[in-house]
């Protein structure tokens, strides 16, 4: 459901020289910058009573600007007594480190028990804010670090610095296959052409790039690190299949099952019985987004990936002499 908007006001002369986008960020400091360009691209903008949309038309200071453009009216989902595991929490943000099988916002099958409803039970007030606050996501059966907003100027001010990739989010991962190097993924990711719940890499789309390096081999397995420099969805899955090393135990993009051979009946049944993606935000580093400090936290390797870790260890002792 979307609400109109209506703004207007008076140029200051302070805006002399600068472009039409940079003026109604400091004249509309309550909406993000990407927000206001997207209306100043669809028309929504009008100087001195004409639509304009060139974002890079300069000001000369006086002119009025007007702002009528619709925006989606957030849905008030019901507080849950949910625990939070809060690495960090003050003022303005709030860092947790998400289990598996927790969803992060409401949706198609998910109605409630989510992040966001365990928000607002923590703090009632997330509920004056865009999605509560939530900045970024992760997907239901990735653990690990989050950063959440809990004003709208904490927010605005996060959403632009993923924007403008000044947030390190750092990923450990187990995928199939031996990969003997590090690397990067340079590849565009959109929705899959027949598969409207997955995604993939095509042509047409947008720009996502993963970089990766190998912290253990194992005989038919790697651990990773992996930072972002985009964040779409599913991006490192998607990217790591598509390079063929799919993360064990992806459901959705080919990480069944692939014991090495030999392997024992105990490291088959724990990769069986792995139903996840092996994949854990492990670091999370910015600046935060009031007092401009740079800030970075940690989260252990849930026990799960762990234990997988360890089979696999085992398994490359065990097999070494035969294997050489």
């Given at each position: ?11 200051p002369?302070s805006?002399l ?5 940079q003026?109604i ?7 993000s910058?990407?927000r ?8 929504s903008?009008?100087v001195?009573?004409?639509v304009?949309?060139r ?8 002119e ?5 453009a619709a925006?989606?009216?957030e849905?008030h ?7 939070l595991?809060i690495v ?10 998400k ?11 998910n109605?409630?028990?989510?992040v966001?409803n ?8 997330q ?8 900045v970024h ?13 809990k004003t709208?100027?904490?927010?605005t001010?996060?959403v ?25 993924v340079?590849?565009p ?11 993939a ?13 190998v912290?253990?081999?194992y005989?038919?397995?790697?651990r990773?690190r ?5 964040g ?5 899955r998607v990217?790591m299949?598509?390079i063929?090393?799919?993360l064990?135990?992806?459901p959705?993009?080919?990480g069944?099952p ?6 024992s009946e ?18 999370l580093?910015l ?5 401009g400090?740079?800030?970075t936290w940690t ?5 799960d990936?762990v234990?997988?870790a ?7 002792k ?5 294997d050489f």
């Amino acid at each position: 459901m979307a609400e109109k908007i209506q703004h207007q006001d008076i140029v200051p002369d302070s805006c002399l020289g600068k472009r039409l986008d940079q003026t109604i960020a400091q004249m509309f400091p309550d909406y993000s910058r990407s927000r206001l360009k997207d209306w100043i691209l669809d028309g929504s903008v009008q100087v001195n009573g004409e639509v304009v949309t060139r974002a890079r038309e300069k000001m000369m200071g006086g002119e009025t600007i007007s702002i009528n453009a619709a925006v989606e009216v957030e849905v008030h989902y019901k507080a849950q007594d949910i625990k939070l595991d809060i690495v960090y929490e003050d003022d303005d943000i709030l860092v947790i480190n998400k289990p598996a099988g927790l969803v992060v916002h409401p949706g198609a099958g998910n109605p409630d028990g989510t992040v966001l409803n365990a928000l607002l039970h923590h703090c009632p007030e997330q509920d004056k804010l865009p999605r509560a606050g939530i900045v970024h996501r992760l997907d239901k059966d990735t653990t690990g670090l989050m950063v959440v907003a809990k004003t709208i100027a904490a927010q605005t001010n996060l959403v632009e610095s993923l924007q403008a990739r000044e947030i390190t989010r750092e990923y450990e991962a187990i995928a199939n296959g031996i990969m003997t190097a590090g690397g990067v993924v340079d590849e565009p990711i959109g929705r899959h052409a027949t598969k409207r719940t997955h995604m993939a890499v095509v042509l047409s789309g947008r720009p996502s790039v993963t970089h990766y390096r190998v912290v253990e081999k194992y005989r038919l397995h790697t651990r990773l690190r992996l930072r972002l420099e985009t964040g779409r969805t599913h991006q490192i899955r998607v990217h790591m299949s598509h390079i063929q090393h799919p993360l064990v135990g992806d459901p959705v993009y080919g990480g069944r099952p692939r014991p090495p051979k030999n392997a024992s009946e105990e490291l088959r049944e724990i990769l069986r019985g792995f139903k996840r993606q092996a994949l854990h935000a492990a670091l999370l580093s910015l600046y935060h987004p009031i007092t401009g400090e740079l800030m970075t936290w940690t989260a252990p390797v849930p026990d799960d990936m762990v234990k997988v870790a360890l089979a696999l260890q085992e398994d490359a002792k065990l097999n070494i002499v035969e294997d050489f």
